[in-house]
DNA sequence: ATGAAAGCGCTAACAT
DNA sequence: ATGTTAGCGCTTTCAT
């Protein structure tokens, strides 16, 4: 390890003339100091250009300062996209960010969170995990705060943030169905995850509701990424009556449906329609711009952080749960079916 | 803090029945371990589920298995793409990533550098910082880790990932000038950071080397933004002799030039040409394609993290610089000027 | 090969 | 209001 000579609060004791725990608590932001000694020490370490040692404050029970993401991966615009409104809300705070990526990876997310519930971390934000309910009553019982964001426990016991998904769903379906669509096809994403779920309950509900039969055929699986929308695409292009539309489970999806869809030779929206979810940069920049169901993305991270700065401050906080609404985007990629 | 109950090293040596610093040799990977205590210790860490705490483990002088990830904002593409780079890459190690944004802040990247330093992380990974040389002296002082990812300081005496900046800049113009154009606007990045400079130079550059006038008229600062592209853009447009075509920087504010040119109710590539610079992933998809030059990112990410790690091993390691080459990206935002 | 003891930098009782 | 004393969980001499 590094030479580090940096100034600790026994040298900035010396300096000041005071004790070393004086230091601490007039460092700590304790009220009892007095104004002189206090102004004595803050001098002290403006000098000698102390900075805290988190690692030796967090260890001695004192706070971290750092808020654990755990994230599936970096490579879906719609995580980066709440993860960057994580961080807006946590730079206006005194926290810092400590990101752990589990690539989907079950064994990874219990390790990690472990570890931050081992005191690398004061608080932990679940982002979409796959976590299973054990691990969240692991943290319960330890009373260690954490919130979900975009993802919901089975035994509805976490403060989350989420967002209205099977509505969302549903107004795609209806959207589709209000052109003219009949056989509507769907490109359904990760089975394990609730919004996963809710999007395809929204989506047979819509097609109930219209007195449309919903055909086991016309569903695919998109897992949320391109690469698997692009095969379940390819499927559903393939068949003998293929949909004359196709309602997927996320953007990330959509776009590979829209790449399936052109190697076929169709265009969109005149031979095909297409609604995406999630309403991430990208949608409006391809081509056709996608209509899809818009996710303030930015903001479940700002709510995220809102409650976890909350239940930081409040220990006893109830429990909580934020709703937030999803919205259609109409934009290029739908018309009515050919007659 | 929540009422942690995780097991230490000391209850471990109590199920194993042996001392507590056996079992700290044994976790830490300590060679003259008898293999029977190794596997008691083992079994016993095992059953009672422990997991280091990584903060004392680092106060005591071990390692934090934390790199530090500095970047200016999460608001372009450019960096996340990075960051996931670095991400892939670290997940192969058994570092984790502590991410922070410093919303292009220079105080921040101090303070921030500071913690870092100070035991909060093995080493540092600053991507495009605004960062001043003095800083850098101080970690070079304390012989602390780091490398700059996609910037150079003045003294050239640290580590760097870089990418052919200049040559990229000067082959952008260059495809402008073959297609015929005379008249290239340049929408100018961030004037503190190197990469900014150099493109700024390989545009001069090319006009240079084919006789065109370089024309301070048709400089405008974009500041590697959107919303600074737009208005560079608009700047350009509104002149009596406008160009025929533009180079932005990066692609960020190649996408603020597009709307302004759409706004101008012109065509591209018909009436104007547009060339960016990065090959952000939305490059591909905007509508018309964006020309552009692609800098490898995810690579980028990766080199610097092999990097870093190639210099934790060996302390001692002598300075390295690797440049990644740039590509010119041919797609659909650019032709002829008009005759 | 393993145990004992010291200490990393700090916070938090416990004193006074 | 401030000083004294223990640790937090771990690595690392120094013994044996």
Do not use: W
Not at 46 to 63: C, D, E, H, M, T
Not at 235 to 263: K, W
Not at 317 to 325: A, G, K, P, S, W
Request: overall charge negative.
């Amino acid at each position: 390890m590094p030479g580090n000579k940096m100034p600790t609060i026994y040298d900035i004791a010396k300096e000041a003339g005071v004790s070393y725990s004086t230091v601490s608590r007039t460092l700590s932001g304790f009220e009892f100091v007095k104004e002189s000694t206090r102004e004595k020490v803050l001098a002290a370490s403006q000098k000698l250009g102390y900075v805290p040692n988190q690692q030796a404050r967090s260890l001695a029970g004192g706070p971290s300062n750092l808020i654990g993401v755990l994230v599936p991966t970096l490579s879906n615009e719609y995580i980066t996209q709440i993860i960057h409104g994580i961080d807006d809300e946590l730079t206006k705070s005194n926290y810092n960010l400590i990101l752990y990526t589990t690539n989907r990876h079950q064994g990874k997310e219990a390790t990690y969170a472990a570890a931050i519930m081992n005191g690398a971390a004061d608080a932990l934000l679940l982002v979409a995990p796959l976590i299973t309910d054990p691990y969240l009553d692991v943290l319960r019982e330890q009373n260690f705060p954490y919130v979900l964001i975009d993802q919901a426990d089975q035994s509805d016991q976490s403060t989350a943030v989420n967002t209205t998904n099977r509505k969302g769903a549903y107004e795609a379906t209806h959207h589709l169905i209000r052109l003219g669509h009949r056989r509507i096809g769907f490109i359904a994403g990760l089975p394990q995850l609730n919004s996963a779920i809710e999007r395809f309950s929204g989506y047979k509900a819509a097609l109930a509701d219209y007195d449309l039969p919903f055909c086991e055929e016309y569903v695919a699986l998109g897992k949320f990424t391109s690469g698997n929308g692009y095969a379940a695409a390819q499927q559903l292009l393939d068949m003998p009556t293929p949909p004359t539309a196709i309602f997927a489970a996320n953007d990330l999806s959509a776009f590979g449906v829209l790449e399936a869809i052109r190697e076929h030779r169709l265009r969109i929206p005149e031979d095909i329609s297409l609604v995406g979810f999630d309403d991430i940069p990208q949608a409006a920049m391809v081509y056709p711009k996608l209509t899809t169901i818009r996710q303030p993305l930015h903001q479940m991270g700002h709510e995220g952080v809102k409650l976890i700065l909350e239940m930081l401050a409040d220990p006893a906080m109830e429990l909580r749960r934020i709703t937030l609404d999803t919205q259609l985007i109409v934009r290029d990629s739908c018309a009515p079916p050919r007659a």
